[in-house]
């Protein structure tokens, strides 16, 4: 049954109340009241000759006003009632004791427009001559449904309606990914409601300018305020927050917490912290308010077309939102969304968070075999364009792959755009908390932790450039394109076994209990980091959680392992910056070699710190220390 409700349809007189109150009163099938009927007769008597009523006079209309409307609301009746409710004092007087039944609907327009109205209005007591001290009075009310009183009369009541329409979801702040994800969800079938915060002169009117840019938008509502955007959504209210992470996220939240009710769902979409993501399920818990964390992978593209998504939190709220997610994802090749149900807490930012140090380090290691083969192989953009074209067609193939064979060739006037961008590369904190969370965790994350100081050495080497004479690079003969592609492929299959084994210490620590296959399924599509051998990983990660025990994979290892140290030795004899090829050559190093290294640290720790050291073979786990 639908809830009772009371439009109050205002605006200044000649505004159309009583036309569009009755014609919206008929749309909805209930009765319309006009306010002007309940006037006394020494009001009317005073606005005929064109005295303006003052605070008193209103007060016993606006007072048998709101007597009608709770005797109506009393019986179980929705109604519409047109008056001018000017002020807000008034507005109060009218909605006294049914405050949550209002529904203020304010007819907008200007002086001019009005004026001519007046002077052609017939039958009507009050003056046209009254209308500037309405104006004077006027205070537009902020959590009503405005309406522009200049569209055609039809127009108006099918925009009233549908904004009286609730909203299967809600989504908050419409930057790139914000609209790209409205966009989507409306192509799905998902009625929304879109809030973006208002900034005079710079954001204004955003949710409506987007909605009637886009044809898909056609069927959502448009809010400013947070009030009335709240009201818009079915309950439980499922809310998408698409907003800056960090302290934006948690300013935001407390303003529209008082707007919501236990059993509604926060989503956060954005690229938030885990621990934060955690803090927030475990303050909202109390207020009765569910909280999902969910990665969302793809760019603007991915959000339009569909992303890969990792929500996590608690179970029940994800079944509230879960078929919504799944609805807008990616597909794999045989047709499942890709978005799962990460698990509990702030896995699902995690995960996301390591999904990003991955691309950290796939884009670091593709840059380095560019530089090499066009710095040292000598090659222009067309011919590594072709080379990284024919590599993507192969086991080799993915997403990053692919858009660099396409950048490389693009130009700007008659030269190569690459060459012409700075080279300076940014990073918004995700590759940094990756870093931090593998020295908490205790696991090695060297290709992704290169990769991310690679972009700061970018963004500081030009106030710290050496000015060391150049040193002629002796003749020194390149590897072969199959060396270079087989050291390439290896120290990809690094930076993977590095980011699942974190992913997989952290499920370990925090008791998450991961689906790290599942969590490949859902990366080969829609994200950053699809790729071919991201599939392959699927059935890799179903017997194993650390590839490096796949059978497979240790003959990739001993087969290839001599052409990423030719790769490695090559690049540094031209002067080459390699990090992340580097970080996976030593890390294997380490993993097969039988030199020693860290023992010697433990025997200096041992030696000024009393630290202690355990003795190979022995396996009773007992500690040593030396009187060095």
Not at 25 to 43: M, Q, R, V
Request: net charge negative; hydrophobic share 40%.
């Amino acid at each position: 049954m639908m809830e009772n409700k009371v439009y109050i349809v205002m605006g200044v007189s000649g505004c159309g109340k009583t036309t569009i109150g009755k014609m919206l009163a008929e749309t909805l099938k209930i009765e319309f009241y006009d306010g002007d009927a309940f006037h006394s007769i020494a009001n009317i008597e005073k606005m005929a000759v064109g005295i303006p009523l003052t605070d008193e006079d209103r007060y016993s209309w606006l007072s048998d006003i709101n007597k009608q409307i709770k005797e109506s609301f009393a019986g179980g009746r929705s109604i519409v009632f047109a008056c001018s409710a000017l002020k807000e004092s008034y507005r109060k007087i009218l909605a006294q004791q049914i405050e949550d039944a209002v529904v203020w609907i304010y007819l907008k327009g200007d002086a001019d427009t009005i004026g001519l109205r007046l002077e052609n209005r017939a039958g009507h007591f009050m003056s046209p001559t009254l209308l500037q001290s309405q104006f004077d009075i006027l205070e537009e009310p902020s959590t009503a449904i405005h309406i522009d009183i200049t569209l055609d009369p039809n127009i108006i009541i099918h925009t009233i309606v549908k904004r009286l329409t609730k909203s299967d979801f809600g989504l908050v702040g419409l930057g790139v990914m914000g609209k790209s994800l409205a966009r989507n969800f409306s192509r799905n079938g998902v009625t929304l409601s879109l809030y973006n915060r208002f900034v005079a002169g710079s954001e204004e009117q955003v949710a409506e300018k987007c909605i009637a840019e886009y044809a898909e938008l056609q069927t959502a509502k448009g809010f400013e305020d947070l009030k009335l955007f709240a009201a818009s959504l079915e309950t439980p209210r499922k809310i998408f927050l698409m907003i800056k992470a960090g302290e934006e996220t948690d300013t935001f939240m407390e303003e529209l917490l008082p707007h919501l009710e236990a059993g509604d769902v926060i989503i956060d979409g954005g690229n938030s912290y885990y621990g934060d993501t955690q803090r927030r399920i475990e303050s909202l818990k109390f207020r009765g308010i569910h909280f999902i964390g969910a990665g969302v992978s793809g760019g603007e593209e991915g959000a339009l077309k569909g992303p890969s998504i990792m929500p996590s939190g608690p179970l029940e709220a994800y079944e509230l939102v879960g078929k919504y997610l799944t609805l807008i994802a990616a597909k794999d090749k045989h047709g499942d969304p890709c978005c799962s149900y990460i698990g509990k807490d702030g896995s699902g930012h995690f995960v996301k968070m390591v999904h990003n140090g991955i691309e950290y380090a796939e884009m670091q290691l593709i840059a380095e075999v560019y530089a090499y083969l066009r710095y040292a192989m000598n090659m222009q953009p067309p011919q590594i364009a072709a080379v990284f074209s024919e590599w993507n067609m192969g086991e080799l193939s993915s997403y990053l792959l692919g858009i660099t064979a396409a950048l490389v060739v693009k130009k700007e006037g008659s030269e190569w755009l690459i060459d012409l961008i700075l080279d300076k590369a940014g990073n918004k904190g995700t590759g940094n908390w990756t870093t931090i969370a593998a020295s908490e965790l205790g696991q090695p994350a060297t290709l992704i932790t290169s990769a991310l100081f690679a972009r700061y050495v970018s963004t500081v080497k030009e106030n710290m450039r050496l000015d060391l004479p150049k040193t002629p690079i002796q003749e020194v003969p390149v590897i072969s394109l199959d060396e270079i592609k087989a050291a390439y492929q290896l120290a990809r299959i690094a930076n993977h076994q590095q980011g699942f084994m974190l992913i997989y210490t952290a499920s370990e620590t925090f008791k998450w209990n991961l689906n790290y296959s599942e969590i490949a399924r859902i990366w080969t599509n829609g994200c950053i980091i699809r790729s071919v051998f991201m599939e392959e990983l699927i059935s890799v990660l179903k017997k194993k959680q650390n590839i490096f025990e796949n059978e497979k994979i240790i003959a990739v290892i001993r087969d290839q392992k001599s052409a990423l140290k030719k790769f490695a030795i090559s690049a540094l004899q031209y002067d080459l910056s390699i990090p992340s090829h580097l970080a996976a050559l030593d890390q294997l190093n380490v993993l097969t070699g039988n030199y020693s290294t860290a023992n010697i640290i433990q025997a200096q720790r041992d030696y000024f710190g009393a630290h202690t050291y355990q003795k190979i073979g022995d396996s009773s786990g007992k500690y040593y220390h030396t009187e060095w």
